[in-house]
Nanobody, 115 residues
Framework: QVQLVESGGGLVQTGGSLRLSCAASGSIFRIDGMGWYRQAPGKQREAVAGITIGGSTNYADSVKGRFTISRDNAKNTVYLQMNSLKPEDTAVYYC?????????WGQGTQVTVSS
């Protein structure tokens, strides 16, 4: 069984930075894709960033140039560095991993950006 534990969320002012982490544990021998989604109140969950096992990345247009995704394969951990945060980035952020053809999700961490 795979477990994902997220950390790093919180309250920050506009223009500030946060770094989210998501550590996977359990019977894992290789993780394929990893990434982040977010869901704001009253809105659908949307993809934020993803990273392949080879290190290729993709980003939502709304976060390009501000967010950076990275991964540490030795630690089974994915990170999301968020800079120049805006109030519209306020949401619950969920990490995921793709492992043996299945996607597992973290519990979510709240990010609130005050104006």
């Amino acid at each position: 069984q795979v477990q994902l534990v997220e950390s790093g969320g919180g309250l920050v002012q506009t223009g500030g930075s946060l770094r989210l982490s998501c550590a996977a544990s359990g019977s894992i021998f290789r993780i394929d894709g990893m990434g982040w989604y977010r869901q704001a109140p009253g809105k659908q969950r949307e993809a934020v960033a993803g990273i392949t096992i080879g290190g290729s990345t993709n980003y939502a247009d709304s976060v390009k140039g501000r967010f950076t995704i990275s991964r540490d394969n030795a630690k089974n951990t994915v990170y999301l560095q968020m800079n120049s945060l805006k109030p519209e980035d306020t949401a619950v952020y969920y990490c995921y991993i793709d492992f043996v053809g299945r996607r597992s999700w973290g519990q979510g961490t709240q990010v609130t950006v005050s104006s």
